[in-house]
């Protein structure tokens, strides 16, 4: 495979993707977006059309069809409803997170649910209110008391955690002093004893995907729960988030996406002093800019994605994708609403949706200024 020409497979993964997005999605997503309705129904079809688990073994449900075929599908989907690409893309993450840490018990038991749509989604309870962008100051903690651990705590912004059938939480198993060599992880189904739900957040952008703040208090799980070994808690997150770069960096393109072609849409059908006002050189320079940097930011991304099935390291290319494209897909739907004028910024056009949608992309799964650190911790190294 090159970098400009799927596989067959892949292709094949995108066809399905864009279909369903532009002929289901699309024309559901405004209608989403004004009522914060959670996509049920369009996760549960995204998970028969085999989109819950891409690059998930078919012997737990899963396409196995890759992460190049993912980071294709993210794309056509987040073009189609970007709050329903959250979803896909966090139930991918913790399936494969599972399907790499768990055992096989633990895999058996969740990860079929998950790609088969039973669970709508699956959530990853990382982050607290005082440390999103430094996880080993977490506060939460998991006691060994006899066979079992009791964990308590609170996590935020966790997307999908009222919907979800299982949810990935991190706490501090060492001393509290232990940074990140004493956090572990932990597998939490939903209606545990001691698990509670907050306030459905009213965010500004993906408000199809809730999002909540988690609590738990003496909420008692089995060893048998705990992913991984004690202690290697860090390490797992660490390497999600790795994975889960590459699906934020196609969910951004996706939204750029949308916003340009929104943007070459109106450009074309509007007319100012004369003639359509994609004719005047100014616009032209926009969407020329834009379309250069949405696809220098595809071959990013799928770079990232090369390597991740390839099995090779791809840390700072990760982390490469998600900088460049999420920034870059931000200042797409900044130039939409600017060439839309005053209808840019009413929800009668898309192009206001999409800018808001864009926006958290530059924060969640790390900020892009943790992208610059992990990308000059890798520049330095090698020279």
Same mark, same amino acid.
Request: neutral net charge; aromatic residues 6%.
């Given at each position: 495979?090159?970098?400009?020409?799927?596989?067959?497979?892949?292709?094949?993964?995108?066809?399905?993707?864009?279909?369903?997005?532009?002929?289901?999605?699309?024309?559901?997503?405004?209608?989403?977006?004004?009522?914060?309705?959670?996509?049920?129904?369009?996760?549960?079809?995204?998970?028969?059309?085999?989109?819950?688990?891409?690059?998930?073994?078919?012997?737990?449900?899963?396409?196995?069809?890759?992460?190049?075929?993912?980071?294709?599908a993210m794309m056509e989907v987040?073009?189609?409803?970007?709050?329903?690409?959250?979803?896909?893309?966090?139930?991918?993450?913790?399936?494969?997170?599972?399907?790499?840490?768990?055992?096989?018990?633990?895999?058996?038991?969740?990860?079929?649910?998950?790609?088969?749509?039973?669970?709508?989604?699956?959530?990853?309870?990382?982050?607290?209110?005082?440390?999103?962008?430094?996880?080993?100051?977490?506060?939460?903690?998991?006691?060994?008391?006899?066979?079992?651990?009791?964990?308590?705590?609170?996590?935020?912004?966790?997307?999908?955690?009222?919907?979800?059938?299982?949810?990935?939480?991190?706490?501090r198993t060492g001393a509290p002093?232990?940074?990140?060599?004493?956090?572990?992880?932990?597998?939490?189904?939903?209606?545990?004893?001691?698990?509670?739900?907050?306030?459905?957040?009213?965010?500004?952008?993906?408000?199809?995907?809730?999002?909540?703040?988690?609590?738990?208090? +003496?909420? @008692? #799980?089995?060893?048998?729960?705990?992913?991984?070994? /004690?202690? %290697?808690?860090?390490? !797992? &997150?660490?390497?999600? $988030?790795?994975?889960?770069?590459?699906?934020?960096?196609?969910?951004?393109?996706?939204?750029?996406?949308?916003?340009?072609?929104?943007?070459?849409?109106?450009?074309?059908?509007?007319?100012?002093?004369?003639?359509?006002?994609?004719?005047?050189?100014?616009?032209?320079?926009?969407?020329?800019?834009?379309?250069?940097?949405?696809?220098?930011?595809?071959?990013?991304?799928?770079?990232?994605?090369?390597?991740?099935?390839?099995?090779?390291?791809?840390?700072?290319?990760?982390?490469?994708?998600?900088?460049?494209?999420?920034?870059?897909?931000?200042?797409?739907?900044?130039?939409?609403?600017?060439?839309?004028?005053?209808?840019?910024?009413?929800?009668?056009?898309?192009?206001?949706?999409?800018?808001? +949608?864009? @926006? #958290?992309?530059?924060?969640?799964?790390?900020?892009? /200024?943790? %992208?610059?650190?992990? !990308? &000059?911790?890798?520049? $330095?190294?090698?020279?």
């Open positions: 495979m090159t970098l400009f020409e799927p596989s067959e497979t892949q292709a094949a993964v995108q066809k399905t993707a864009r279909a369903y997005a532009q002929q289901s999605l699309a024309p559901d997503a405004a209608r989403m977006d004004r009522e914060q309705a959670f996509p049920v129904e369009h996760s549960r079809a995204l998970a028969e059309l085999g989109l819950m688990g891409v690059n998930i073994p078919e012997s737990l449900g899963g396409a196995e069809a890759g992460a190049v075929s993912y980071a294709l987040a073009q189609g409803c970007a709050s329903t690409a959250v979803t896909m893309a966090v139930n991918n993450m913790v399936a494969e997170t599972l399907v790499r840490f768990g055992t096989d018990v633990q895999k058996t038991r969740y990860v079929p649910e998950i790609t088969s749509g039973r669970f709508t989604a699956a959530s990853f309870g990382l982050s607290e209110s005082h440390c999103g962008s430094d996880p080993a100051a977490m506060r939460t903690s998991a006691r060994r008391d006899g066979s079992d651990f009791v964990i308590n705590g609170s996590k935020q912004w966790i997307s999908a955690g009222d919907r979800a059938g299982v949810i990935i939480v991190w706490a002093d232990s940074a990140h060599k004493g956090i572990s992880c932990f597998l939490v189904e939903a209606g545990a004893t001691g698990l509670h739900i907050g306030k459905k957040e009213d965010k500004m952008g993906l408000r199809a995907s809730s999002t909540v703040a988690l609590t738990f208090e +003496d909420l @008692r #799980v089995p060893a048998s729960a705990m992913l991984g070994v /004690e202690g %290697q808690g860090f390490s !797992i &997150a660490l390497a999600a $988030l790795d994975g889960g770069r590459i699906g934020i960096g196609a969910q951004s393109i996706g939204i750029g996406t949308a916003a340009m072609n929104c943007a070459v849409r109106y450009a074309k059908e509007r007319s100012a002093f004369g003639k359509p006002i994609g004719e005047f050189q100014a616009l032209r320079f926009m969407l020329a800019d834009v379309d250069t940097e949405l696809a220098a930011a595809r071959l990013l991304v799928l770079r990232a994605a090369v390597l991740k099935e390839a099995g090779r390291p791809f840390t700072s290319e990760g982390s490469m994708a998600k900088l460049f494209a999420s920034e870059k897909a931000n200042r797409a739907c900044d130039i939409s609403v600017q060439i839309h004028g005053g209808y840019g910024y009413i929800d009668e056009f898309p192009a206001e949706r999409h800018y808001r +949608d864009a @926006r #958290v992309t530059t924060i969640y799964e790390g900020t892009s /200024e943790i %992208q610059r650190l992990v !990308i &000059a911790r890798d520049v $330095l190294k090698e020279r």
